[in-house]
């Protein structure tokens, strides 16, 4: 952050990195000390009864501070970027006529820069969506990116092919406006917004502890049977069932795999999904990134956003 911003411009901080890092304490804080309120930013806390695996806030930090947008889509809901940014823009705007400050916190760097930077002038083409659904469905994901490799090669390059939001969304762009996706520009929902990121994360080593410690803590509070009764209420086939904690399940309820096996399944996506994370956001130019293993470090966060409110109103 810098003293140097538009003050002309509405403020949104977002606070921003890897699984387990400890956003959400250090959104918190901030909430505290500057009359904030925390808008999710994370692709699968946004989904109602899973609460443990997407280690969503707890009711405890919600009555902390006012928490926004978190556990309100079905599990069975098709929710895409677009959808999220459209949302994420009108509580933003509700939080600035509230006369209080916006709090963006999660770890999707793509539901990020919907709103931050915008999508693109292609919308979300709701039919075109539901049948690459269905094909991938049919044909698994490595057909959907050989699929987008014939009408945009270069687009295979510039996004996370193992994602099959961003696989569907690509090709659902290029099919919808006869372009090449990289032609698709961005278009900020909230052009008198400023957002200033902070990206938060810890030493890989004790990054990984972290994680590691969270899910023996995820199981401990009762995982498995979260797990079963998504199953039970809305089929195996629930979209959200695809999240990193859940899908690992399906291979240890038919048997394939063994509890402990399950564990270091979980495990190994969980901090794979982390090193994703941390590449996704040290790709964006002039974003500081904050080691939570400093003891100063909520200190100088604290203190720069002082500094940046002040020197900006």
């Known amino acids: 952050m810098n003293e140097t911003n ?50 969503s806030p707890t009711p405890e ?4 501070v006012e928490h926004r947008l978190f556990n309100f889509v079905s599990p069975t809901t098709l929710y895409n970027a677009s959808d999220y940014a459209t949302a994420a823009a009108n509580e933003i705007q509700k939080v600035w006529q509230e006369g209080k400050l916006p709090i963006l916190t999660g770890g999707t760097g793509f539901y990020y820069s919907a709103i931050s930077e915008g999508l693109g002038s292609a919308g979300s083409d709701e039919a075109l969506a539901t049948e690459l659904q269905n094909e991938l469905s049919q044909k698994g994901l490595d057909f959907m990116v050989s699929k987008l490799q014939s009408l945009d090669a270069e687009a295979v390059l510039t996004i996370d092919t193992k994602n099959s939001r961003r696989v569907l969304r690509a090709i659902e762009v290029v099919i919808s406006t006869g372009k090449p996706f990289s032609q698709n520009k961005p278009e900020p929902l909230l052009p008198e917004a400023e957002f200033v990121p902070i990206v938060v994360s810890r030493p890989r080593e004790n990054l990984h502890k972290r994680i590691e410690l969270r899910i023996d803590q ?24 695809s999240s990193i904690g859940y899908r690992e399940w399906l291979d240890y309820f038919d048997g394939k795999i063994t509890m402990s096996q399950l564990r270091e399944s979980i495990l190994f996506h969980t901090r794979q999904y982390a090193k994703r994370q941390e590449t996704w ?33």
């Open 6 to 55: 538009n003050t002309n411009k509405k403020k949104v901080i977002s606070v921003l990195g890897p699984t387990a890092s400890g956003k959400t304490a250090v959104a918190i804080e901030i909430a505290k000390k500057f009359n904030g309120v925390i808008i999710n930013c994370d692709s699968r806390q946004i989904y109602q009864e899973m609460f443990i695996g997407t280690a």
């Open 61 to 64: 930090e919600k009555a902390i």
């Open 218 to 241: 995820m199981f401990d509070m009762g995982l498995e049977k979260e797990v079963l009764y998504i199953i039970e209420k809305y089929s195996r086939q629930a979209s959200a069932l």
């Open 281 to 313: 956001f040290r790709k964006k130019p002039g974003i500081p990134f904050k080691d939570l293993d400093d003891p100063e470090s909520m200190k100088n966060i604290l203190e720069e956003i002082r500094k940046f409110i002040t020197h900006s109103s």
